[in-house]
């Protein structure tokens, strides 16, 4: 574990900024923050980084408290309004970000090759930051927060201004990333993107924590549908035993179970007693269903 809050409390006079947050974070592991607008989501960000301090609670990074240097210099961040000196060049830029980062001279040309390349601004180094249009700018600030190697990168809306093929990209590098045993703390109102690449989501409303856990644990159901050649009672029996919900309507079957990795024992239950599968597809529900159900119970009185 590499972060960890126990009841961190921010409050702006009688205003609730986050209100005893409890939660935490693995190494190697993407972690996702949902919210909707004002709900806390920079509060706690900008709490984590140092940026902030807590009202009360306690946290602590690496086994440091919130704010320590040496932390500090473990972890990259991209807040979601950013403004960059447009008179300056995009390595200009990220070369003053690595003597914030205290980078060896030595190794940040290369370095700020590197992640130029990472970030599909490879041959734009060398023009000014204003001349780069939205997206331009939304990679070269994931460059910055991704400088210095971070074990954990903060993200706050890393593709809002990005393209589908941007957003995919920006995916990958997420991935590779988590590959690579580092970790993603990922701030995000794209819910489909969220469902794809976090181990871990919480869900933030009114300063609060309503909802946490893995994202195979908070969406665990779903709906298959399989078309059986040979459909007979033992292959409704033994579907039955692995899920539940069942409906058979000649050669057209459809149940729930709870576990994507229920699938492959229907398959086997089909094959087992003489069945031909000619079509499967599944459904569960999404992560947007499960936030939009969450936000409107946090609306109500």
Same mark, same amino acid.
């Given at each position: 574990?590499?972060?960890?809050?126990?009841?961190?409390?921010?409050?702006y006079?009688?205003?609730?900024?986050?209100?005893?947050?409890?939660?935490?974070?693995d190494?190697?592991q993407?972690?996702g923050?949902?919210?909707p #607008?004002?709900?806390?989501?920079?509060?706690?960000?900008?709490?984590?980084?140092?940026?902030?301090?807590?009202t009360?609670?306690?946290? *602590?990074?690496?086994g440091?408290?919130?704010?320590?240097?040496?932390?500090r *210099?473990?972890?990259g961040y991209?807040p979601? #309004?950013? #403004?960059?000196q447009?008179?300056?060049?995009?390595?200009?830029?990220?070369r003053?970000? /690595?003597?914030?980062?205290?980078?060896?001279?030595?190794?940040?040309?290369?370095?700020?090759?590197?992640?130029?390349?990472?970030?599909?601004?490879?041959?734009k180094?060398?023009?000014?930051?204003?001349?780069?249009?939205?997206?331009?700018?939304?990679r070269?600030?994931? /460059?910055?927060a991704?400088?210095?190697?971070?074990?954990?990168?903060?993200l706050?809306e890393?593709?809002?201004?990005?393209?589908?093929?941007?957003?995919?990209?920006?995916r990958?590098?997420?991935l590779?990333r988590?590959?690579?045993?580092?970790?993603?703390?990922?701030?995000s109102h794209?819910?489909?993107?969220v469902?794809?690449?976090?181990?871990?989501?919480?869900?933030?409303?009114r300063?609060?924590?309503?909802?946490?856990? /893995?994202?195979?644990?908070?969406l665990?159901?779903?709906?298959?549908?399989?078309?059986?050649?040979?459909?007979?009672?033992?292959?409704?029996?033994?579907l039955?035993?692995l899920?539940?919900?069942l409906?058979?309507?000649?050669?057209?079957?459809?149940?729930?179970?709870?576990?994507?990795?229920?699938?492959?024992?229907?398959?086997?239950?089909?094959?087992? #007693?003489?069945?031909r599968l000619?079509?499967?597809?599944h459904? *569960?529900?999404?992560?947007e269903?499960?936030?939009?159900?969450v936000?409107?119970?946090?609306?109500?009185?």
């Amino acid at each position: 574990m590499i972060l960890e809050t126990h009841e961190l409390t921010k409050m702006y006079g009688d205003k609730v900024g986050c209100l005893e947050v409890c939660l935490s974070l693995d190494e190697g592991q993407i972690f996702g923050l949902l919210g909707p #607008n004002g709900a806390g989501k920079s509060t706690l960000v900008k709490m984590l980084v140092g940026l902030l301090s807590p009202t009360s609670g306690s946290a *602590r990074l690496f086994g440091r408290p919130l704010g320590d240097t040496e932390v500090r *210099r473990r972890i990259g961040y991209l807040p979601e #309004n950013f #403004n960059y000196q447009p008179w300056l060049t995009a390595e200009e830029l990220l070369r003053f970000h /690595a003597s914030l980062c205290g980078m060896e001279p030595v190794r940040t040309s290369g370095r700020i090759a590197d992640v130029l390349d990472l970030v599909g601004l490879a041959g734009k180094g060398r023009q000014k930051v204003g001349t780069y249009s939205k997206g331009m700018r939304q990679r070269l600030g994931l /460059a910055c927060a991704l400088l210095n190697d971070p074990d954990l990168v903060f993200l706050d809306e890393p593709t809002s201004a990005l393209d589908p093929l941007g957003r995919r990209e920006v995916r990958q590098i997420l991935l590779d990333r988590k590959r690579r045993g580092k970790s993603v703390f990922l701030n995000s109102h794209l819910l489909g993107e969220v469902e794809m690449v976090c181990d871990h989501v919480d869900i933030i409303n009114r300063g609060r924590v309503v909802r946490s856990g /893995a994202i195979d644990d908070l969406l665990p159901a779903a709906e298959v549908h399989m078309e059986i050649e040979g459909m007979c009672e033992a292959i409704a029996s033994g579907l039955g035993r692995l899920g539940h919900d069942l409906r058979v309507e000649a050669s057209h079957v459809t149940l729930h179970v709870d576990s994507r990795d229920a699938i492959p024992a229907l398959v086997d239950v089909v094959v087992a #007693n003489g069945g031909r599968l000619m079509s499967l597809e599944h459904k *569960r529900s999404s992560l947007e269903d499960l936030y939009v159900e969450v936000v409107k119970e946090g609306k109500r009185p």
